[in-house]
């Protein structure tokens, strides 16, 4: 966030946030920051012993595979904070995820999977498929008046029921074949830079662009009367009505909006790392979909803030991984996996109740029907 | 409180239901199921043009409902009947077992719904109620006599035990909701990842069958399973069973209906004002009203592991999510959720039968279950489709659906 005009706001949002983000997320990500320098300290002052194995894992590498895995997470969440500041709630942010995972995959696999064309192309087409279901959603709850809550549900399990199907169509069984995923873009000289170079400017071009997008969505919400629109249809839709705003254009841009986020997610998640769709059990996505509803609530719709809480689970899960390889440790991966949900719990416990736009969930009907 | 999250939703949804005729939801929920075939037919069709084998919708739908009663129906001749079928098969065992384990999920969902509540825990209370009651029963029958005396006392305590575990576990988003205001969609969610980890590492640890590879419990005692009587020993069918998930369907009815515990938990949901200068609690509602909802989920874990398995093993199907969807056709309504169940037990004892005879995979019904909630989540649609072609909406429904106070 160096650009220089945005620079003196982005800084006092940062600040605003993290006085109205509560105190519970506070200490959260303070303990963090805390136990990674305390982490680098160890690992400096008494190399080879076994803390320093356990602070050795916290380098440049695991910072890296925590933003590969926060890409779906991240993604998803802020497209459901667009959704939800224009007063729909988008619950089937998880089938929007899964149906574009699968279409990235099954374009590029009907392409031939190997060329880097063919990944581009699978991307967008991942994106066009989320984008394409969100509207359908939309086109239900706004124009049909469906209970949001129901209907989002019917986008999780529509997802859920095609990807597998469609999978044993395509491949005869639930899980795909292999694709190719996208190069890492180096970007010559930045990438020379210690720490954050390898991590920002040699990285896969999903990171980036979630590393973009999250700072777009943080600048448009709050710095356009765009941003504004979206707001006033959540918190006050008859106001923005009387402004002559028409609040039923700008939900359905919310929505779709999301669609196209969750569509950078789950297709970004198979392009950029797993090279292929797995659609056993709960598929690939697995409650990412979820998790990024609960990342929006405890970012209290701030993009930042949401963000950031994304990419903390992400670093419970890279964290749980890493700490399997490590022998000495004795907790069991299952119940170290289960971190990032029991996490949640926690969290909403002692955070509570968000608050959310008021008008969400509730159909606007303006008077002149 | 309870109307601070997410309420509209809910409510409207609610008031829907409860607002309009019966006649009326029976109508939207047969236009739904339409739609939603014909969407699926549509789906299919592509479908077979992307694998290169030509599925024709029609045979397959036939070939569902028909494999799903064992084949009374012979479709490739000129005969009309199936000659040597009896209603007691495989396929018939295999449609009326998932039929019984979807009222037990069913109701669960739907008596959450009723108190205002969206139970999508039903899941994780189903896998820890069939882990506890697997476990419960493999430890306590070598106390207990065998033969009838033993299956008498054996069965209902597992089933209670269940009841327990599940209860408990749905207590768990109740509390969560009632005294810190954390929205039960999401903690639920999070509890059914969270028990099927658990779940897993209990058994995988600590209760696995030595002898066995996978992660499984040892068996429980054939005098605490609930066997087949009529139906076949080996089709995991047991009739007790689905009489008594036709007792608990009537029994939830009536504690709805008929009772000040009823009362309450259908006016907190519908007006939490009214309930609360009724005398009612309204946290305590809450916890209550998830606690039974669970208990009803851990029912059907018990069942699955009594009847179904022989004992709990990782890999739990997700009936917890049927349940919502089972739920959602009938309107909430504990006496729709009957036919709703067998609908979806159909589609599950006809997928076998559309693999093995069309080789079209049993994936399908899970692509027609978000389907039909698609589309019973638009009544306005099909309100409005009957609008156009003459069919006036009765007078509650214009009360119930239409304006909004």
């Known amino acids: 966030m160096s650009n220089a005009p945005a620079d003196r706001s982005a800084l006092g949002s940062v600040r605003n946030w993290i006085a109205n983000i509560g105190r519970i997320p506070r200490l959260v990500i303070g303990a963090l920051l805390a136990s990674m320098f305390v982490g680098a300290m160890i690992n400096v002052l008494m190399p080879g012993t076994r803390p320093a194995t356990v602070a050795g894992i916290f380098n440049v590498s695991f910072v890296e595979s925590t933003l590969r895995i926060s890409v779906p997470i991240v993604f998803a969440g802020l497209g459901g904070i667009f959704a939800e500041k224009s007063g729909v709630i988008n619950i089937g942010l998880e089938g929007l995820l899964i149906i574009s995972a699968f279409t990235a995959v099954a374009v590029t696999h009907l392409l031939g999977g190997d060329a880097q064309s063919a990944v581009w192309i699978g991307l967008f087409a991942g994106v066009l498929a989320s984008t394409f279901l969100a509207l359908v959603f939309a086109v239900l709850v706004i124009e049909f008046r469906a209970d949001q809550i129901i209907a989002g549900l019917a986008i999780w399990l529509v997802g859920l029921g095609l990807g597998p199907f469609l999978s044993i169509v395509i491949w005869g069984s639930v899980n795909s074949a292999s694709i190719s995923t996208l190069n890492t873009v180096t970007v010559p000289g930045l990438s020379q830079i210690p720490v954050l170079g390898p991590i920002i400017f040699d990285a896969s071009p999903i990171v980036i662009l979630m590393l973009v997008t999250i700072v777009v969505s943080w600048f448009v919400l709050n710095h356009t009367s765009f941003g504004r629109w979206i707001e006033a249809s959540g918190e006050n839709p008859s106001s923005l009505d009387t402004a002559g705003v028409n609040v039923h254009r700008v939900r359905y841009v919310g929505v779709v909006l999301s669609g196209v986020l969750s569509g950078f997610g789950g297709a970004g998640l198979v392009v950029g790392r797993a090279g292929r769709f797995i659609g056993s059990g709960q598929t690939m996505i697995a409650g990412d979909g979820f998790i990024a509803i609960t990342t929006y609530l405890f970012g209290n719709y701030n993009p930042l803030g949401t963000a950031a809480a994304g990419i903390l689970f992400a670093g419970l899960d890279a964290l749980q991984i890493r700490l399997q390889q490590i022998a000495f440790i004795p907790a069991p991966s299952e119940l170290i996996r289960l971190v990032p949900y029991v996490s949640v719990i926690i969290v909403l416990a002692f955070v509570g109740y968000t608050r959310i736009p008021s008008e969400v969930g509730e159909h606007y009907e303006s008077g002149e029907e | ?405």
């Not at chain 2, 099927?196 to 696995?208: E, H, I, N, Q």
């Open chain 2, 1 to 405: 409180m309870s109307d601070r999250q997410y309420p509209a939703p809910v409510q409207r949804f609610f008031r829907f239901f409860v607002g309009n005729s019966v006649v009326e939801r029976i109508l939207i929920s047969i236009a739904a199921l339409i739609t939603a075939v014909i969407v699926s037919s549509l789906i299919v069709l592509a479908a077979g043009y992307l694998s290169g084998e030509a599925y024709n919708p029609l045979e397959i739908f036939a070939v569902l409902v028909n494999g799903a009663f064992g084949s009374p129906f012979d479709l490739d001749s000129a005969r009309l009947f199936t000659e040597g079928w009896s209603p007691v098969n495989f396929s018939m065992g295999t449609t009326l077992k998932e039929t019984t384990l979807l009222i037990f999920a069913g109701l669960a969902v739907a008596v959450a719904f009723r108190g205002d509540l969206f139970n999508i825990g039903v899941q994780g209370q189903l896998v820890l109620g069939g882990l506890a009651a697997a476990l419960a029963l493999v430890w306590v029958a070598p106390f207990v006599p065998g033969g009838l005396v033993g299956s008498l006392l054996l069965i209902p305590f597992g089933l209670l035990v269940g009841a327990i575990v599940g209860g408990l576990y749905g207590a768990i988003p109740g509390a969560l909701k009632a005294y810190a205001d954390a929205n039960e969609v999401i903690t639920t969610i999070m509890l059914n990842t969270i028990a099927t980890g658990t779940a897993f590492f209990l058994v995988s640890a600590y209760f696995a069958d030595p002898t066995l590879q996978s992660v499984k419990t040892k068996a429980i005692p054939d005098v605490a399973r609930l066997n087949g009587i009529i139906f076949p020993q080996g089709g995991q069918f047991s009739l007790v069973a689905l009489v008594l998930a036709l007792l608990a369907t009537v029994g939830v009815y009536y504690v709805l209906r008929y009772t000040s515990f009823g009362y309450d938990l259908r006016v907190s949901g519908k007006q939490a004002k009214a309930a609360l200068y009724g005398g009612a609690n309204a946290e305590r509602m809450v916890v209550s009203t998830m606690s039974l909802s669970g208990a009803l989920g851990g029912i059907a874990g018990a069942m699955w592991s009594m009847m179904v398995i022989g004992a709990w093993r990782q890999g739990v199907p997700s009936i917890g999510f049927d349940g919502i969807t089972v739920s959602v056709l009938a309107g909430n309504n504990p006496i729709g959720v009957i036919p709703a169940s067998l609908l979806f037990g159909v589609l599950k004892g006809g997928s076998n039968a559309i693999n093995f005879q069309l080789g079209v995979p049993p994936e399908l019904v899970a692509v027609l279950r978000g389907m039909i909630i698609l589309f019973i989540a638009m009544p306005e649609a099909f309100r409005m489709l009957g609008n156009r072609l003459g069919i006036k909406p009765s007078q509650a429904a214009v009360t119930g659906g239409g304006g909004d106070e």
